[in-house]
């Protein structure tokens, strides 16, 4: 991986090439919604604002922890940890910082980080997305009773399906 951080530095065309491969497809889990209505490509220069997750460290801690202060015959019965106690111990900065370096190096707006940073707010154009993800962008319609008389926007924009680029895949969560 340090291999990729040098080189994803520079201006080196292999470096770009190997960037840009693809390792995991998702399907985007909207075919069911009955409250969405299919009604254009969305607009290359539309921005759009995403959350990317970033893969946790710790969690079989966590899963240990949480079954241990659960279980009255643990000794640790009741002893909950602090949402600070949490963090640390899923806090992931090296790949927090991976994902930011790919995010700069591709002018992608960051807008804002979790205490932790395990969730990052990020803003950039359709056409960007597109590029990273290997995807197309659709606009739909949210016929959705919620979204009637509120401040909800009826009007979003979603892919079909997504690759994630090789240099993030162990840095990220999807699905």
Known sequence: MLHYLKDFSSNNNEAQKSLNHFVHAESAKISHRNDLKLIR???????????IAITQKNIDVVRQIVDEVSNPFSPT??????????????????AGEHVEKYLKWHKIEVLSKTTFGEYITVRAPISKWEEILNTEFFEFDLNAKSAK????????????????????????SAG
């Open 149 to 172: 008389g509120s401040n909800l926007p009826t009007k979003i924009h979603r892919c079909l399906k997504y690759s994630i680029p090789r240099y993030l895949q162990d840095h990220i």
């Open 77 to 94: 019965y009741g002893q909950y940890r602090s949402f600070d106690e949490v963090g640390e111990l899923t806090a992931n900065t090296e």
């Open 41 to 51: 490509r969305a607009s290359s220069s539309y921005q759009h604002t995403a959350v």
